[in-house]
């Protein structure tokens, strides 16, 4: 019995139940609580600049305890939360406003040095541009904008953060994404195990007798895969498919891509992130997204996306 469930996970999952519920309730507060994480990741910042919760261990950067990838991917969400803002309602003043807000999150992500989270800024950026209803000459001479723009950041950020610069050209010149050997484990593990799995308890044993690594598979499907078999895999992806279809419904009938996005770079960051089925932060914007899109839905749309 142990082994058939992730304690953590199911009590994550209760508390998506709860929140969603009450954003489903009261839809009005969908936009305070966003509004309200990027507070907190402002805040994150000033604290982090005065040198307040910066810790090493075994020579690994740690923001409040934090692995820096996870932080990094926290940033790159507040960043796309924030530009988003400007990309539904242009003016000079806004813009203004929000790169002042948005360069504290881009300091954050490349102090991280983390290579998903940069990567997690532009793809989420991309899609916001690409959903953008507009002109297709206007999208695209935005599209263009943004290209030349990230690129003078990202050489930017290159030139001033050697750490990052030197584990992005080992990813290109060698194609390790620092989680190749852990995959190919896994993938092993799951051909062995594909109908019932190896229980909870069972994949880091797994994943040390077929890799040599005492850790889990930093991706989350495999990790489900490992631990639950077919059936668990399974239902993960019916329920990510069942609120895929309905931010797709909420995106037609508002034009607003941002939930879109924030799936996106939520379901990314799963997939590279060891123990993200555990992390607070991904279970939360699942718990947003549901309770923020399925008010403006009629029952009967809800029971054809169901």
Same mark, same amino acid.
């Given at each position: ?43 994150? =910042?000033?604290?982090?600049?005065? &040198? ?11 923001? +409040? ?13 507040? +960043? ?35 290579? &998903? ?8 950026? =991309?899609?916001?541009? =690409? ?19 990230? &690129? ?47 229980? +909870? ?19 989350? @499907? ?13 239902? =993960?992806?019916? @329920? ?41 932060? @991904?279970?939360? +914007? ?19 996306? &169901?």
């Amino acid at each position: 019995m142990k082994e058939s469930y992730n304690y953590r996970t199911l009590l994550l999952i209760v508390l998506m139940t709860f929140i969603a519920a009450h954003l489903y309730c009261k839809p009005q507060i969908s936009p305070v609580v966003l509004n309200t994480y990027v507070a907190s990741m402002l805040l994150v =910042f000033l604290l982090v600049s005065l &040198g307040n919760g910066v810790t090493y261990e075994n020579g690994r950067l740690l923001l +409040f305890g934090e692995n820096p990838n996870v932080m990094g991917s926290k940033a790159a969400l507040a +960043f796309l939360i924030t530009i988003s803002k400007l990309i539904n309602n242009f003016s000079i003043k806004r813009f203004i406003i929000i790169m002042a807000i948005c360069i504290p999150f881009i300091s954050l992500t490349a102090t991280s040095g983390s290579r &998903g989270a940069l990567v997690s800024m532009f793809l989420g950026l =991309f899609v916001l541009l =690409f959903f953008k209803k507009t002109g297709v000459i206007t999208k695209w001479a935005i599209i263009v904008f943004a290209l030349l723009a990230s &690129g003078m950041l990202i050489t930017y950020l290159f030139e001033t953060n050697p750490i990052m610069a030197e584990r992005f050209i080992d990813t290109v010149e060698t194609g390790d994404t620092g989680r190749n050997v852990l995959w190919d484990g896994a993938f092993n593990i799951i051909k062995d195990n594909i109908i019932i799995g190896s229980g +909870f308890e069972g994949v880091k044993p797994k994943m040390f007798a077929y890799s040599g690594f005492y850790m889990k598979p930093h991706n989350v @499907f495999l990790y489900i895969f490992i631990a639950c078999g077919l059936p668990g895999i399974i239902l =993960f992806l019916i @329920f990510l498919t069942r609120l895929t279809k309905l931010l797709f419904q909420y995106f037609r009938k508002s034009g607003d891509s941002l939930n879109l996005v924030l799936f996106v770079i939520v379901v990314f960051n799963m997939s590279k992130q060891g123990g993200s089925i555990g992390k607070i932060l @991904f279970w939360f +914007f699942f718990a947003v997204l549901i309770g923020s899109t399925v008010h403006i839905i009629s029952g009967n749309q809800l029971k054809k996306i &169901g």
